[in-house]
């Protein structure tokens, strides 16, 4: 058996590192927009003007029950709400603001619900809280700000104070972790100390806000937005976001966990206009190239105003829902292959430790012959995983007759000519 390639040794983590691959879900008043949840900064509405948001939030489609069955059958296992996004609307009926779902004509706890819904389908909770608050009085004007360019900028920023506001964040999360049962992940967003303009963890007062959190939910895993990067314990993973890392990424020369967010198309809220939509083929592979370097997939929904999920993310969500149910056993609880394994032309590997098997993830069908670089004597069995059809393959003799750029260490595969008819056809090798 392989020595765990994984990093071990941490576990509350091992919940995530199996799961692989989870949902991520951004709503809020920006959904009515429908044209980035970053409208009132790039706008530069006004409180006033952003008001219009609130006023017509009625999200009469709003059946969570079937976002949470979506995400099940798309294979998710975790699942990511924005519980305030940086606009400050807060989509659960806090106690320390009137700016919350249950005061638009949506007239409800939101969150409460969300929550329900997925845990029934056994689906992991996570919450994510913006660091950002274009809303709250004291937190101060900075550069990402709507309100940058309002006259007497320092003078209004003396008024405000963001001991208050880091306060403010303090009583929401304790709210969050303390009234919706056991939350699993939290995603704080985001740090950006650079300059005199910027917020960090002194803004935040990021050290009691992470002590907090562990404190209330002990087995809670947190992302790495909260500035503490250099402090023990102050992150749990981290969040390579809308890229793929090239490899398994490290700190200090140590791999460390982590997970790309991704959207389907650009905008993490609902965006109408948005044409960007990646091909069920490049989600598959993003997520397979992920799992393959040893990470996990956030794959966000923007749901529209009216609460439901666009046709273009089901449509997307059902077909990986598709192929993972053929495919499971090549990515959860898999990771990087050992170094040993090369990897194949257009292939991605993934390996399950636990088992000894090796996934050979198929990204342009060749053909005939699949030559596998060095792994004569390791392949007990080999089959493609979709049907468990047997998947012959050679270790002739050096005499034998062979494909020219054969090496006596290699092994061939004998693939059908007609690729299998899924998205991408996956081998599964028993490993000796
Ligand atoms: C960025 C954006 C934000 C989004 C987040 C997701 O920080 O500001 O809109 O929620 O990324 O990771």
């Given at each position: 058996m392989r020595t765990r390639e994984i990093i071990s040794?941490?576990?509350?983590m091992q919940w995530w590192q199996e799961a692989r691959f989870g949902m991520f879900i951004h709503w809020g008043i920006y959904a009515l927009a429908a044209r980035h949840e970053w409208v009132k900064n790039y706008e530069k509405m006004t409180d006033a003007d952003y008001s219009r948001y609130f006023e017509h939030f009625?999200?009469?489609?709003?059946e969570p029950r079937q976002w949470a069955q979506t995400a099940r059958k798309a294979g998710m296992k975790y699942f990511v709400i924005t519980t305030k996004h940086h606009d400050g609307f807060c989509l659960w009926d806090t106690?320390?603001?009137?700016?919350?779902?249950?005061?638009?004509?949506?007239?409800?706890?939101?969150i409460a619900e969300v929550v329900t819904a997925f845990r029934a389908e056994g689906i992991k909770v996570g919450f994510y809280y913006s660091l950002l608050d274009w809303h709250h009085p004291h937190f101060t004007i900075d550069r990402n700000h709507p309100q940058l360019e309002m006259p007497e900028l320092d003078a209004v920023n003396q008024q405000r104070d963001m001991k208050i506001y880091a306060e403010y964040m303090r009583n929401q999360v304790t709210e969050l972790l303390s009234n919706y049962g056991k939350i699993d992940y939290m995603f704080f967003d985001y740090s950006y100390p650079e300059g005199k303009d910027g917020k960090g963890h002194k803004d935040w007062e990021s050290e009691k806000l992470l002590q907090l959190v562990r404190e209330l939910q002990p087995e809670i895993i947190i992302n790495d937005r909260l500035d503490l990067m250099t402090n023990v314990g102050g992150w749990d993973f981290i969040t390579p976001e809308q890229y793929k890392p090239a490899k398994w990424p490290e700190i200090n020369g140590k791999r460390v966990f982590w997970e790309t967010c991704q959207t389907f198309s650009g905008?993490?809220?609902?965006?109408?206009?948005?044409?960007?939509w990646k091909s069920i083929r490049q989600l598959l592979i993003l997520l397979i190239e992920t799992v393959s370097k040893g990470g996990n997939l956030l794959l966000n929904v923007g749901p529209t105003a009216r609460g439901n999920f666009d046709q273009r993310a089901v449509d997307r969500l059902n077909l990986m829902g598709k192929w993972l149910g053929l495919h499971k056993r090549a990515i959860y609880g898999c990771t990087q292959a050992p170094e040993d394994l090369s990897c194949p032309e257009n292939c991605l590997l993934t390996f399950k430790a636990e088992t000894n098997r090796l996934y050979i993830h198929i990204l342009e069908w060749p053909l005939e012959k699949l030559i596998l670089p060095n792994?004569?004597?390791?392949?007990a069995y080999a089959q493609l995983l979709h049907d468990a059809s047997e998947i012959r393959f050679a270790q002739p003799r050096v005499w034998s007759v062979v494909p020219e750029n054969f090496t006596p260490g290699d092994l061939v595969l004998s693939l059908p000519v007609i690729q299998p008819d899924v998205e991408i056809p996956v081998l599964e090798l028993f490993l000796k």
């Open positions: 040794g941490n576990s509350k009625e999200p009469d489609l709003f106690k320390y603001t009137d700016y919350k779902s249950v005061n638009t004509p949506a007239g409800k706890d939101l905008s993490w809220g609902y965006y109408r206009d948005e044409t960007s792994y004569r004597g390791k392949v």
